[in-house]
């Protein structure tokens, strides 16, 4: 418990794959700042940090992990950043995975 991780905690991992590095960058720095405000004390946000493999098979991976009690929440936050990001304009063009109680974090 101590840890914070599966199994005591929901987790979910968000990997932005972009075959420009800046354009992974940049879409999950705003990804994880919408993220964070939503968050609002029901989950926490990890990152983005560079995934454990930052480049694959030509793609510049970046990742974001989410960390809370509740699936529920984590879901309806993701479902929330995502679509405030699309209603306030904002656009990301990188190609997001997102992995709810992932079995690796590769």
């Known amino acids: 418990r101590l840890a914070e991780y599966p199994p005591w905690l929901a987790l979910v991992q968000i990997r932005v794959e972009d075959r420009v590095a800046g354009r992974a960058d940049g879409a999950a720095l705003l990804l994880a700042e ?22 694959l098979k030509g793609f510049f991976r970046r990742q974001i992990l989410l960390k809370g009690t509740s699936r529920k929440a984590l879901a309806a936050g993701v479902r929330e950043a995502m679509l405030g ?22």
């Not at 656009?91 to 590769?106: H, M, N, Y």
Request: glycine letters at 6%.
């Open 34 to 55: 919408r993220l964070r405000a939503v968050a609002t004390r029901r989950f926490k946000v990890l990152g983005p940090a560079p995934a454990p493999f930052p480049r």
């Open 85 to 106: 990001l699309r209603d306030s304009g904002g656009s990301i063009r990188s190609r997001v995975v997102v992995e709810p109680d992932p079995r690796s974090l590769l």
